[in-house]
């Protein structure tokens, strides 16, 4: 399978717990990208990288998220002391930038719930 | 800002009949990309179709086809002789040239086609 990879597809956890998610992109693809998607709306961007840099990061990427790509291959999302309000779908997705950016390829996402 | 706006929450046909679903965009940018995402209930985001800003043909791809009107920033996508199949969540996104291929989605149409 060549696309967008993401561990686990569902997690559960207490309030207060930290969790780490993992991504594997389409392998050319130097272009990563973390969406967070509530129920009944759609995907809010968090943060991308170019390869192993993370370029930029949204206001709702709060101190306790922490993303990094360290080779520039897979990249994780770590959610510190988790909230009840981190419940949501979590999205990676990748794309290739080769003189103008392709269009996004995304995984199936991991689901993340909070008790 | 840029914003994307969906009106329809939810649309409900019968299977072998056309449906509109609308999308309406803001920026002042003048070069962006406009595209249409499918998230079926296994969660994983479908890329449809990418338009860049300067060309408003409209595109047809078997029983999809796509109407860009820039003058009323409008991207709307018709499924013509809609199938059971095609029952899931479309999302209109926009991605500003500059800003490293970052989507900006509406809040989604779940369309429901009944046989």
């Known amino acids: 399978d060549t696309g967008v990879s993401q561990d686990p597809r569902h997690k559960i956890t207490k309030r207060g717990q930290n969790v780490t998610f993992r991504c594997d992109p389409i392998?050319?693809?130097?272009?990563l990208y973390w969406y967070r998607q509530t129920l009944g709306q759609g995907p809010e961007f968090l943060t991308y990288f170019q390869n192993e840099a993370q370029l930029e990061k949204s206001r709702l990427l709060s101190d306790r998220f922490s993303a990094e790509r360290p080779k520039g291959s897979f990249s994780t999302l770590e959610i510190q002391r988790t909230e009840q309000g981190d419940s949501a779908m979590y999205l990676c997705a990748s794309s290739l930038l080769y003189i103008r950016n392709t269009e996004a390829f995304f995984g199936q996402g991991t689901r993340l719930t909070v008790v | 800002a840029q914003k994307v706006t969906q009106a329809q929450t939810e649309i409900s046909v019968v299977e072998k009949e056309d449906v509109t679903l609308d999308c309406v965009y803001e920026t002042r940018d003048t070069t962006y990309y406009l595209f249409w995402y499918k998230q079926p209930p296994s969660g994983e985001l479908v890329f449809l179709i990418r338009r860049n800003s300067f060309d408003e043909q409209n595109e047809i791809s078997g029983r999809y086809s796509w109407n860009f009107q820039k003058s009323t920033s409008s991207f709307n996508f018709t499924i013509t002789a809609s199938q059971v199949v095609d029952s899931a969540v479309y999302f209109c996104?926009?991605?500003?040239?500059?800003?490293?291929?970052?989507?900006?989605f509406g809040q989604g149409t779940e369309l429901s086609v009944k046989p």
């Open positions: 996104a926009l991605s500003l040239y500059n800003q490293g291929g970052k989507l900006i």
């Open positions: 392998s050319e693809h130097n272009r």
